[in-house]
């Protein structure tokens, strides 16, 4: 382990379900990311946490909406998703909002049906 | 915003042989250029990353050179392995704009033994 955990690592969910997604990094740091990774498509960023607050939403949908209670956990809470978010869900971590290497976790791979 | 473009997306290299990978990014005022090694099923893992106030930057067989007036920046692995297969991202971020990596396509490498 990396110090990034997430889990589920992996969901199959329909597109009236409701289900979270959930990020802990064991690092210290304190700025936390979502990445959206499709085949075929660049890392996409999702939203930044820096010390709990919310920084960035980077035109992203309301069926996604995230939570950052604490600089150490991080959750992405899904609601009516559409069968074009299945994607490989990145978690990650670094010091702080200043320029620097992230950690990632595993990825949570979901699936829409 | 930043636009990080990644070349070319399939790179197959016999083993032993070199590897280029080559980005450019259009905001002048990125200043951080890390590269992330993904591995099949894995979590993307930070390899080197090189800072606008360097031109070059070497770590055992792995070296990344940046161009600040073309705005572009390359990877370079030397001796190639087998264990070297895996898809590569470069990435590209500001201080003052938080540290918002934006990432290249990717570039799928594969060292043939």
């Known amino acids: 382990e990396t110090g990034v955990t997430q889990t589920p690592r992996h969901l199959v969910m329909g597109m009236t379900n409701k289900k979270s997604l959930k990020c802990e990094q064991h690092?210290?740091?304190?700025?936390m990311y979502w990445y959206k990774q499709s085949a075929k498509k660049p890392l996409e960023l999702m939203f930044v946490?820096?010390?709990?607050?919310?920084?960035e939403n980077n035109s992203v949908p309301s069926r996604f909406s995230p939570e950052c209670p604490n600089s150490s956990h991080l959750f992405l809470h899904l609601h009516t998703l559409q069968p074009e978010d299945s994607a490989l869900y990145l978690c990650?971590?670094?010091?702080?909002?200043?320029?620097?290497?992230?950690?990632f976790g595993s990825g949570t791979r979901l699936t829409v049906v | 915003g930043e636009n990080v473009e990644q070349h070319p997306s399939t790179l197959s290299v016999q083993e032993g042989d070199s590897a280029v990978i080559k980005c450019t990014y259009s905001?002048?005022?990125?200043?951080?250029f890390p590269w992330y090694k993904q591995e099949l099923g894995k979590r993307p893992q930070l390899i080197i990353d090189?800072?606008?106030?360097?031109g070059e930057k070497k770590d055992q067989r792995i070296a990344v050179t940046l161009n600040k007036t073309a705005k572009h920046f390359s990877l370079h692995i030397t001796e190639t392995q087998p264990e070297d297969s895996a898809v590569y991202f470069c990435?590209?971020?500001?201080?003052?704009?938080?540290?918002?990596?934006?990432f290249g396509g990717g570039t799928r490498l594969m060292v043939k033994p």
């Open positions: 990650a971590s670094s010091q702080d909002a200043r320029a620097g290497g992230y950690t």
């Open positions: 905001d002048s005022a990125s200043n951080y």
């Open positions: 090189i800072r606008s106030n360097v």
């Open positions: 946490y820096n010390f709990k607050e919310q920084t």
């Open positions: 990435a590209a971020s500001r201080n003052n704009a938080g540290n918002m990596l934006t």
């Open positions: 690092l210290g740091h304190n700025a």
